[in-house]
């Protein structure tokens, strides 16, 4: 059992983006780069290669699997220690042995590593705008797991006889990222239609700063409506629901085997997500407003210099939101009743 549901991936991997500005723009260059080398061989270029696939795996281990998916996966630093000696691996293998070479020979895998190359680049960021995904919540190669792996897989298929060693951590990622897809089942998603309502939040010029200068209200703004349900954490969701359960609270979704957790309070909830036993709870929890139309107010959002965490999205419990925080760092989440716009 899962600690996060596909939401809460999500999410972590837009907060992941945003925090690492401007490094996907950088290795997508470095990618491009190593991609020309590739297909038109010059001295020395497997070491240029090496070093660019080198850097893409050390970076995604200390700063995604390390730093971001470390926070609600108890087995990220696992992946990242993998990730790391696969950039151990390219750096021994292809820079210092010259291993990683290309040639003209072989055109059919060349072209088989071409195309994966351009699914990893292009093709898996298009999959995820189809499954209802905006910016920053994209997979990128070069700073996102799957999409590096699935590139590295290609730059070896277009090599020359490269050392078979640097296969294996990509098939245990390979194994690892599908069973975590499989349980997630985050195949739903995709083909799903992205919701928008069209309209916008109020128009004229953005406001210079949080706090100040900002625009008066107008019949067109938004109106944050009620406070709908408060998040908390814990560590034992059997445990929580159970107490919730003994003191009379009704269960409206989850329940004590589920990574999330929500109780019916009249018009109100209360909601509990599951941490990893091993992470400390240092969030403090989760604010929930109903709106009355919360792409209005993600609009609003943005147009104030602000950044949510994601774009609006439809959940599977019935509801679109979209999450911001206060400038203390509070999360506050905005939401609309599907089938109430």
């Known amino acids: 059992m899962l600690s996060f549901d596909v939401e809460v991936l999500w999410a972590n991997l837009g907060q992941y983006n945003l925090a690492i500005q401007p490094m996907p723009n950088v290795n997508l260059l470095l990618g491009l780069g190593a991609i020309g080398l590739a297909f038109r061989p010059v001295p020395d270029g497997g070491r240029a290669v090496a070093i660019a696939l080198a850097a893409f795996w050390l970076w995604t281990a200390a700063t995604y699997h390390f730093g971001h998916f470390s926070t609600i996966n108890f087995a990220a630093p696992v992946y990242g220690v993998a990730f790391l000696t696969e950039g151990a691996l390219l750096c021994w293998s292809g820079l210092l042995r010259?291993?990683?070479?290309?040639?003209?020979?072989?055109?059919?895998r060349r072209w088989a590593?071409?195309?994966?190359?351009?699914?990893?680049?292009?093709?898996?960021?298009?999959?995820?705008?189809?499954a209802a995904r905006h910016w920053p919540e994209?997979?990128?190669?070069?700073?996102?797991?799957?999409?590096?792996?699935l590139a590295t897989i290609g730059f070896l298929l277009m090599a020359v006889r490269p050392a078979r060693y640097l296969a294996v951590i990509l098939v245990l990622w390979a194994l690892a990222s599908g069973a975590t897809a499989w349980e997630l089942v985050m195949w739903q998603g995709f083909g799903r239609p992205h919701r928008h309502t069209g309209r916008r939040g109020p128009s004229g010029r953005p406001a210079e700063a949080f706090g100040r200068g900002t625009r008066p209200m107008n019949p067109d703004t938004p109106v944050i409506e009620s406070i709908n349900a408060v998040t908390l954490a814990t560590h034992d969701m059997a445990r929580a629901v159970a107490f919730y359960q003994a003191l009379g609270f009704p269960i409206h979704y989850g329940g004590r085997d589920a990574p999330f957790t929500s109780f019916r309070l009249g018009a109100t909830h209360l909601n509990l997500i599951a941490i990893p036993a091993g992470k400390a709870i240092g969030w403090w929890g989760r604010l929930i407003f109903h709106v009355s139309d919360v792409d209005a107010v993600y609009t609003r959002a943005l147009e104030l210099g602000l950044r949510p965490d994601f774009a609006p999205r439809d959940a599977d419990w019935g509801e679109r939101y979209f999450h911001l925080r206060d400038p203390d760092g509070h999360e506050l989440s905005f939401a609309r009743p599907l089938g109430q716009e």
């Open 98 to 108: 010259g291993g990683l070479t290309f040639a003209p020979a072989i055109p059919l």
């Open 113 to 130: 590593g071409l195309a994966l190359i351009t699914f990893a680049v292009a093709g898996l960021p298009l999959a995820d705008l189809l």
């Open 138 to 149: 994209i997979a990128l190669a070069g700073t996102a797991p799957d999409p590096t792996a």
